[in-house]
Structures are given as C-alpha cells and as structure tokens.
C-alpha cells in the first residue's frame, strides 16, 4: 500500500520499446455478420491506406499484465480486490493508501502509472481460416448445425511494442515493490509468458518480446533527460 497519486510531478519515465512476435495463433476481438466466403468471426482490424490489417490492442495487453500481476500477488498470499470493488476503491481514495495493482495500472480513482500502446504490424500479417463446431456439453460431441469459420493471425507476425511508465523505477533497478512486480511482468513478455485473446486454453495468442530496450529519463537541472539505457535480457 502506498500514496502513488503523484501525476503533479514528473520524477521519472520509463520507455519500453521492441518487437512483439507472436508465436502461436492470435486472434483478439473483432465480429462480423456472415459473408459469402468470408470468416464469420475475425481479428480486430485497422485501416492502413487501402487496407484493413489486424493489430493488438494495447489495452488486451495491459489487460493480460494485469491479471497476471494480481495472480502472483495472490499466491504470495496478499490481498487483491476486484478492479470494480467500488467500495474497496473509494476507501483507499479517501485514505490516500493505494494497493500495488491500482498504483501501477489505476482504478476509477487514480491514473495509471503504465501507458502501453496499440502494437501494430511491422509487415503486412499473414492469416489463416480455421473451421470449428460448437460441442454439445451434455452428449459430449459436436453440435449439429454449430459451424463457424475463424480468421486467426499466423504464427510469428511481428509487432512493433512501446510501454511507457511514469514515477515508477524500473531499470536499472527497481526501488520499490511496483517496480519488481513491472520487471518481473517484463521479464516474463520477454520470456513468452503471456497469452492475450481468443482461444488461450488451447495455447493460442502467446507473445514474446524480442529486441526489447529500455530507456530512463528524468528531470535534471530542470529538462528532461536520458540518465540510463539497456537491453532487456
């Protein structure tokens, strides 16, 4: 717990940059009414010059980090409340005692402390049709009539990635346990640890970040300035 509403001062920013790979199928959001020859469901698309391609939203990914960050506090034993326990918000909004998720990704009373930005492709992504059934849960089989075709992301598209944090050590080292829990969600991007999207259970939308680095700025002699850099290993 911590007073981390701090937003009237800028003492650092951390900016994460790199490559996001996507090393299994990925397919995150998006819906469409059936078309002759085209997928019933898709991937979330954007609009670059004549064409629509798939990209990652950069709040699927912050999602992700977040749900990971409250499951190892909880194995670690603390307590997490809900993002929408308004009750347990407003109280740590009166008290000024924030807890470690709502200090580093907010809440409805406090910013976030982490800006992650949609990633979006360095090439034009590679997809792919896949045909699925709907499963009777009762007789344990396919459903008759249930048949839907998925536009999924090819495996090993690559993603152009930007993080920024705010008021938050990182790197080189962290100096506070918001700042462990970040590197140790970093570390685990890096590592391929996290899944975003559709179908995870079956290990689709696993994303790795390669070619990650690091930059530290802060206020010195009243500008703001690079005072460290480094890969992220």
């Not at 912050?62 to 990971?68: D, E, N, P, T």
């Not at 089989?141 to 536009?151: D, F």
């Amino acid at each position: 717990m911590g007073n981390y509403n701090d937003f009237n001062v800028l003492k650092i920013l951390t900016r994460i940059t790199g490559t996001l790979t996507n090393q299994t199928p990925i397919r995150v959001g998006g819906l469409r009414e059936i078309q002759q020859g085209a997928a019933d469901v898709t991937p979330i698309k954007i609009k670059f010059g004549k064409k629509e391609v798939p990209y990652i939203p950069g709040s699927s990914i912050k999602g992700a980090l977040r749900s990971l960050a409250e499951a190892i506090l909880r194995a670690r034993g603390e307590y997490v409340h809900d993002p929408w326990d308004f009750d347990a918000i407003e109280k740590e909004k009166k008290s000024g005692n924030y807890c470690l998720i709502c200090g580093i990704f907010g809440s409805t009373a406090i910013a976030s402390h982490v800006r992650i930005f949609d990633a979006y492709p360095i090439e034009e992504p590679s997809t792919f049709l896949k045909t699925g059934v709907g499963i009777n849960r009762d007789f344990r089989g396919a459903q008759p009539g249930v048949l839907y075709t998925e536009e999924q992301v090819s495996p090993v598209n690559k993603w152009r990635f930007k993080m920024e944090i705010i008021n938050i050590r990182v790197f080189p080292e962290p100096d506070d346990e918001r700042g462990k829990l970040l590197r140790n969600l970093i570390e685990m991007l890096s590592a391929g640890m996290i899944q975003i999207g559709a179908r995870k259970t079956v290990g689709y939308g696993t994303l790795k970040l390669e070619e990650g680095k690091y930059e530290v700025f802060e206020v010195v002699d009243g500008s703001i300035k690079k005072v460290h850099e480094g890969e992220i290993k």
